[in-house]
């Protein structure tokens, strides 16, 4: 059993998540419930699918009618981004045994922005705080789905902009990264690129065409760094 203060520890960690999933959950429920998704199967699949971009874009495609394979394929190209996720957490995961199937099923964006910036731990990264992040991570997004089920179901108000949540979310992580890494450069190319995708190439690509040319100019960045230090 886990000590009552590493339990604290990760729920200090993860207060700026909290403060954007439980409003950004909520906004989830509500919409749901407006657009007729039974309010067990909206929390059902916060517990089973957590993927907040995801379960946002599935409720719209359902309620314009779309198809499972028109589903699957959005959303896949949706969360695309985190196989580079998951290639960068290849050997932080190690030997986290039994917790690691779940860390990788919890993997969302703003989890990976708190683990990839936790330190090493003495023997090893510490994967028992990693997993408890995770586990706080989606109990404060179904907390916040099952909030804006109720909502949705008892209450009638307008609920425009509150989607806005996530956007200030991403702020805030960025900028907490930015703060303890001390390094402008992955910064300023994410910021250059993704200015460059909204002027030159179409919404729907947007995202992947954005992270596909950061990935491919950091890896150019790295060659290059690892090649002038193997030369005499």
Not at 124 to 138: E, M, P, S
Not at 176 to 182: I, M, V, Y
Request: one cysteine or more; a positive charge.
């Amino acid at each position: 059993m886990s000590p009552p203060h590493a339990w604290k520890e990760a729920g200090k960690l993860t207060l700026p998540v909290m403060f954007g999933y439980l409003p950004l959950g909520a906004a989830y429920g509500i919409l749901a419930v407006e657009v007729g998704v039974p309010w067990w199967a909206a929390v059902l699949m916060s517990l089973i699918i957590y993927a907040g971009a995801g379960q946002f874009l599935a409720v719209a495609l359902l309620a314009a009618g779309a198809g499972l394979m028109e589903l699957a394929v959005a959303t896949l190209m949706l969360n695309s981004r985190h196989l580079f996720y998951g290639l960068s957490l290849l050997k932080r995961y190690q030997g986290a045994g039994w917790r690691k199937p779940y860390m990788i099923f919890a993997l969302t964006d703003e989890t990976y922005s708190l683990i990839t910036t936790l330190p090493a731990a003495a023997h090893g990264h510490d994967h028992a705080l990693a997993f408890r992040i995770c586990l706080l991570n989606q109990a404060w997004w179904v907390l916040g789905s099952i909030a804006g089920v109720l909502a949705g179901t008892t209450l009638t108000f307008n609920s425009q902009g509150i989607e806005f949540a996530l956007t200030a979310l991403f702020i805030v992580l960025t900028l907490e990264q930015a703060r303890r890494l001390r390094r402008w450069l992955p910064f300023a190319i994410a910021l250059l690129t993704g200015l460059a995708g909204i002027w030159l190439v179409p919404d729907r690509h947007l995202l992947l065409s954005a992270i596909g040319a950061a990935s491919l100019i950091l890896l150019f960045h790295y060659s290059l760094g690892r090649h002038q230090e193997t030369r005499p």
